[in-house]
């Protein structure tokens, strides 16, 4: 019945919510594992759907600090991981990206006690397959993989069709679908970090969409992984390090 679903979808929603606010807390102090949950209380049905839907996200704050992901939020992960088994895919491309975003948390979790590494699915078509309209669409589903510390076959079709993942941001923001937008800079910003164009000038792009986006955590999340991204790809400073 859709009258008693829809609380239920908000439930879920609100969590998703909260638990992205936290590491995106944790992520802007730089106070490494973000505290997702009291240790004391029970994780909920909506925590740990939250924590599925976030998937590799929960270990930025880590990541981006140069440490390992923390046994807690791994743990954590593991149990949604349990509880929210992967839905069954609507098509082969749904299904490549649920297996992408899996492998991605299973990378991280296999650093931890709880978990260990899948096998790699099968890789991503490029844009010349897909056509680069719903390649973009398919890699900003997958932009909770554009993290430091994570390498693999769609980081590298990332780094060498970057001009298709600018047209993707560009076609985006004319169609104020800024939260598609927003996950496709993070691309172009991890490209950058690894030394390749990002063919657009991005903190005008990340600032458009911080002052006309949805407000949202998840949102920021993904602005803030990729301002971090696009510091990563500035020149060492004077000392010798890179930008924070």
């Given at each position: 019945?859709?009258?008693?679903?829809?609380?239920?979808?908000?439930?879920?929603?609100?969590?998703?919510?909260?638990?992205?606010?936290?590491?995106?807390?944790?992520?802007?102090?730089?106070?490494?594992?973000?505290?997702?949950?009291?240790?004391?209380?029970?994780?909920?049905?909506?925590?740990?759907?939250?924590?599925?839907?976030?998937?590799?996200?929960?270990?930025?704050?880590?990541?981006?600090?140069?440490?390992?992901?923390?046994?807690?939020?791994?743990?954590?992960?593991?149990?949604?991981?349990?509880?929210?088994?992967?839905?069954?895919?609507?098509?082969?491309?749904?299904?490549?990206?649920?297996?992408?975003?899996?492998?991605?948390?299973?990378?991280?979790?296999?650093?931890?006690?709880?978990?260990?590494?899948?096998?790699?699915?099968?890789?991503?078509?490029?844009p010349d397959?897909?056509?680069?309209?719903?390649?973009?669409?398919?890699?900003?589903?997958?932009?909770?993989?554009?993290?430091?510390?994570?390498?693999?076959?769609?980081?590298e079709t990332?780094?060498?069709?970057?001009?298709?993942?600018?047209?993707?941001?560009?076609?985006?923001?004319?169609?104020?679908?800024?939260?598609?937008?927003?996950?496709?800079?993070?691309?172009?910003?991890?490209?950058?970090?690894?030394?390749?164009?990002?063919?657009?000038?991005?903190?005008?792009?990340?600032?458009?969409?911080?002052?006309?986006?949805?407000?949202?955590?998840?949102?920021?999340?993904?602005?803030?992984?990729?301002?971090?991204?696009?510091?990563?790809?500035?020149?060492?400073?004077?000392?010798?390090?890179?930008?924070?």
């Open positions: 019945m859709p009258f008693a679903e829809t609380p239920l979808r908000d439930t879920y929603a609100a969590a998703v919510e909260q638990v992205a606010g936290r590491t995106l807390d944790a992520l802007r102090n730089g106070d490494g594992a973000a505290a997702i949950v009291d240790p004391d209380t029970a994780a909920t049905r909506p925590l740990l759907a939250a924590v599925r839907v976030l998937g590799a996200d929960l270990f930025a704050p880590q990541l981006f600090t140069g440490t390992e992901p923390d046994g807690p939020t791994a743990a954590l992960l593991s149990e949604g991981r349990r509880a929210f088994p992967a839905p069954a895919p609507a098509s082969p491309e749904a299904e490549l990206v649920i297996g992408w975003q899996d492998w991605a948390a299973g990378q991280l979790l296999a650093r931890t006690p709880y978990g260990t590494a899948g096998a790699q699915p099968a890789p991503l078509p490029d397959a897909m056509g680069w309209q719903a390649w973009s669409v398919r890699m900003a589903q997958l932009s909770a993989l554009a993290l430091p510390g994570l390498d693999g076959p769609v980081h990332a780094r060498t069709n970057t001009s298709a993942l600018a047209r993707g941001t560009v076609r985006a923001m004319l169609r104020r679908d800024l939260t598609t937008a927003a996950r496709l800079t993070r691309w172009l910003a991890r490209a950058a970090a690894d030394g390749h164009p990002s063919r657009l000038e991005l903190e005008p792009v990340l600032e458009r969409i911080r002052l006309a986006g949805d407000g949202s955590a998840r949102t920021g999340l993904e602005l803030e992984a990729a301002r971090r991204l696009l510091l990563r790809s500035r020149p060492p400073t004077a000392e010798g390090n890179r930008a924070p």
